[in-house]
């Protein structure tokens, strides 16, 4: 039962074969026994069992609200949450409930889904591990399941593979079959990167389809509530009811339609799928390379043409996608100051003083780093330098992606991330931001240009590790997009970890966790 | 900076002192504003010759006016000047992780408005920007501001003081107006030195301000609160702002330098702390003589912030804050631009006209301003410029003087002596009115008619300011101020006087008619100015003729 698709297990519920109180009480057990993944910060349990109570007298009544009635989600720790405490997972913001729901998790429990848990992630969404959080480390299901152990001959407590991220607690819980989905943020491809990892489908919707509001910002003019879910087809569902104007974040846009559900057999034939050569990065795995000829070769095989094409300013991508999103860091982090919320430091020699400590003690390292580089930045000496040519490259790459679009690509068909998931002891030798700079190669042009991207889970790697492809393609094409990824999601073949379990290790794990 | 933090303690200081005049039946409210009590120091027609240039002071404006508009500029918290501590507070105004601001048209309309009002260009586009610092009753640690291109430029503002030998002749002057852009108002701090403790107040976070720049064009005091007068009068004739500085409402900084005509300007001072148009005037004329004296010492002028003492009177280098500022100026990232129409033909397709703001439409309804009212004054009245200049610059005079008019027969050009003579020179003593325009129109009914004369109506008129609430008919009947008419009593009395003054009789019948004067004063001392003027003088011809 918990391994199954939101569609299915909406059947389920309405049929009767399961009611949402079981099936709430089923994702909380499940929570417990995967507490080692270090996948959520905050369970919640009371509220989740209120809502799915609330849910079963309306489905015993027969009037579901809609598909997600009595659908256990999780949620990113950077989305408020009315009464649920939001950390960021940031020693800044440890004991900070928000007395309101940001508008996408409004319209998921307007929709009677209910709300299992707040996810771990880097501290204030600022990593591609999860791994520089506050409260520790997430740890990627996959490691413990048969697949990596058998072909690695690794130990899953010392050779563990990380989630990516930043949100690694919300694919790791979709992963692990503890929520049915879950909300993401996507900046620089912190939904995409961790999708990819754990084997999920991570969906990043055109910018200002959906609503900001309540999202604990990285960069506002990239973020991106992201879908993470186990089929393309719920991921749809799921857009289609957050989709839309916000009057609440001013930066939304109408919804191109309604999206109904994805066509079952949509066809390729005549799509123009575009392969970006600059995408033929260093440090691209052999496996993943293979994946994305494999998926091509699918396509053109379909009768689609499939065609190398140029984005050429993706080289300077990175770097502007550094500066711009340093300098935004540097002002969205302003307001921690100890003063209205969060934590305030003892030192109170100074209002200044007290400002000093309270961010030197709240911040780690990697978001004290940002903040002084973005204030650098943004000097009034630097600003031309830096912010302003930033801008400008980020027009360029997002013209890059114009181009491509109106001479006839229908979609890109790129590599998520450059291998499959590193393990924790490798992916730590190097610092933050050489490893962002490595992680976000292929996600972040794309948060630069404002239009949506899928990841797809394709395959397991060698090492028995998922590894996805990235759909790219043209602003508020998000459906078509979709079903191009659920047509590559019906061919690929990818397994279910509940396939896949090793299940002595499993239980060895569930009971140390349990005593 | 948007506001400072001295100036919490100031503006309730102020609250107290706020001076109303309240005329019931009338229901207009008058409030004494002097704009004339200075004068401009450094006049260039006073330079001599051939010696060195004097040196003159140059003034510039930065004005911050609150919105005068329900909710704040970002969010839906409410407008209101000293509700409870921080029960105005959204939690987008105390920048709870999130949020994010959401621009009210209202605002945008009164900044239109403004723009129009003063011959600005609306630019059709405009941007929102962050100006980054640190400060306890700023939440976000930036204000939203419009630095790289605000929604109105280039306009002006014409104003005009009162010059001349007598003060009578109406002088106008025009001031550019650089800029009008949009922003955020900071919360307040208090600051508790005894306990070392800073106490913020949010309720004024977030709401709307208009920052209109004003060039350097002024050269003293005086010039700056006319310029300054005249924007208040036309804000609240806009209804964009309600102009109050005691309030808050209208926050003036003054940038001041000194330098001879024709040089290069001065290093400038900017002169903060400033809640009343009295207080500006003499701020500025202080910073100028202080800069000068400066200057002529052989020392240099320092670019600092000074702060108004009105206890003192004199300017006070502010302790600087952070050292050098650097605002680190952004772009919002969550407000797209800020798009003005020109009509409504103009409206893309789909738009709704009612969401929209529309300049025509704005144009279509400005009110009647000042200038155009002091106009309309000098042509329905039949009044002199300065009397219309004078009647329009003082709050609620206008009104009063219609009030009055209308209770009267009197001719307009007669009773506006009354109103901006014997009111406003007794208002300039006492700072308040108990006489309501009815009650003046009943005294001056009564001199019309003849029951007394022009000078026993200026004594009944002191004799109402003094003791409030007796009607003219009363006072005059207390203490039996009516018109002597009875013929045979003033018989009696010119009789007498003409009796003790034989000489002068001697003289009016020897042809000197002018001494015939002498003897009518006579006789008004002995009525106390009560005998009627014409039978007096009749009576008098007969006896001396």
Known sequence: MLSLTIREVSLALREGRISPTELCRRCLNRIKKTRHLNAYLTVTEELALKQAQEAEARLLQGVPKGPLDGIPFAVKDNFCTENVKTTCASTMLRDYTPPYNATVVQRLMDQGAVLVGKTNMDEFAMGAGSTDGAFGPVKNPWSYAAPYSEQTGAEPDSDWVITGGSSGGSAAAVASLTSYLALGSDTGGSTRNPGALCGVVALKPTYGLLSRHGLIPLVNSMDVPGIMTRSVSDAATVLGILQGLDVRDSTTIPAPSSLTELPEDFDVKNMCIGIPKEYHAPGLSEEVIAQWSRVADMFERAGARVEQVSLPHTQYSIVCYHVLCHAEVASNMARFDGLEYGHRSEVNSSTEAMYASTRHEGFNDVVRGRILSGNYFLLKQNYQHYFVKAQKVRRLIADDFKHVFSSGVDVLLTPTTLTDAARYSDFTQEDNRTRSAQEDIFTQPVNMAGIPAVSVPTALSRRGLPIGLQLIGPAIQDKKLLSVAQWIEQRVGFPSISECRNDTRMIEREQTSAV | ?545
């Open chain 2, 1 to 545: 900076m948007a506001a400072s933090s001295v100036a919490a303690s100031e503006l309730l200081h102020n609250m107290n002192k706020q001076i109303w005049i309240l005329c019931p039946k009338a229901s207009c409210i008058i409030r004494r504003i002097s704009t004339t009590s200075s004068r401009c120091y450094s006049q260039p027609q006073r330079r001599a010759k051939s010696a060195p240039q004097q040196l003159v002071g140059v003034v510039g404006l930065e004005i911050h006016a609150q919105i005068n508009s329900n909710t704040k500029l970002f969010s839906g918290s409410p407008v209101r000047f000293s509700a409870p501590p921080n029960s105005l507070v959204s939690f987008f105004d105390s920048s709870l992780p999130g949020t994010l601001p959401v621009l009210n048209r209202r605002c945008v309309e009164a900044a239109v408005m403004t723009g129009l009002a003063l011959n600005c260009t609306i630019n059709r586009k405009s941007l929102f920007d962050r100006k980054h610092y640190f400060y306890a009753d700023l939440p976000a640690g930036y204000q939203i501001t419009q630095q790289r291109r605000p929604i109105a430029v280039d306009g002006e503002l014409t104003y005009s003081l009162l010059g001349g030998k007598n003060r009578n002749q109406v002088i106008r002057k025009t001031v550019n107006i650089k800029q009008i852009q949009l922003e955020q108002d900071s919360g307040k701090s208090l600051h508790d030195d005894v306990h070392s403790q800073t106490l913020i107040d949010l309720n004024r976070a977030g709401v709307g301000l208009m920052e209109l720049v004003m060039e350097p064009d002024m050269s003293c005091g005086e010039e700056a609160a006319a310029a300054v007068r005249e924007l208040q009068l036309i804000l609240q004739a806009l209804g964009t702002c309600q102009g109050n500085m005691s309030e808050g409402q209208l926050r003036v900084d003054a940038n001041v330098s000194v330098h001879r005509p024709g040089e290069p300007l001065g290093i400038r001072t900017e002169v903060k702390n400033i809640n009343s148009i009295r207080y500006l005037a003499r701020a500025i004329d202080y910073e100028i003589q202080r800069q000068i004296s400066v200057l002529q010492r052989g020392g240099t002028v320092q670019n600092e912030t000074r702060a108004y003492d009105s206890k003192s009177g004199e300017t006070i280098p502010m302790r600087d804050k952070e050292g050098l500022q650097d605002y680190r100026f952004m772009p919002e990232p969550n407000l797209p631009p800020l798009i003005v129409y020109g009509d409504n033909a103009s409206l893309p397709t789909g738009t709704d006209a009612c969401q929209a703001v529309v300049v025509q439409k704005i144009r279509e309804g400005l009110p009647e301003l000042p200038s155009v009212k002091r106009d309309r004054l000098v042509q329905t009245y039949g009044i002199l410029p300065e009397h219309s200049f004078t009647l329009v610059n003082e709050d609620g005079l206008v009104e009063y003087f219609e009030a009055v008019l209308k209770a009267t027969k009197k001719e307009p050009r007669k009773v506006i002596g009354w109103v901006t003579n014997e009111l406003l020179g007794h208002l300039k003593q006492q700072d308040m009115s108990v006489i309501s325009p009815p009650a003046l129109a009943e005294l001056l009914e009564l001199q019309e008619k003849g029951h007394i004369s022009s000078s026993v109506a200026k004594q009944v008129f002191q004799e109402m300011w003094r003791s409030s609430g007796k009607t003219a008919s009363q006072i005059i009947q207390e203490q039996d101020l009516g018109l002597v008419s009875d013929t045979a009593q003033l018989h009696s009395i010119c009789q007498k006087v003409v009796d003790s003054n034989p000489d002068e009789v001697l003289a009016i019948r020897n042809g000197n008619k002018k001494v015939l004067n002498r003897l009518i004063g006579l006789v008004q001392r002995e009525t106390k100015g009560r005998a009627d003027p014409v039978l007096v003088k009749e009576i008098l011809q007969e006896k001396t003729s």
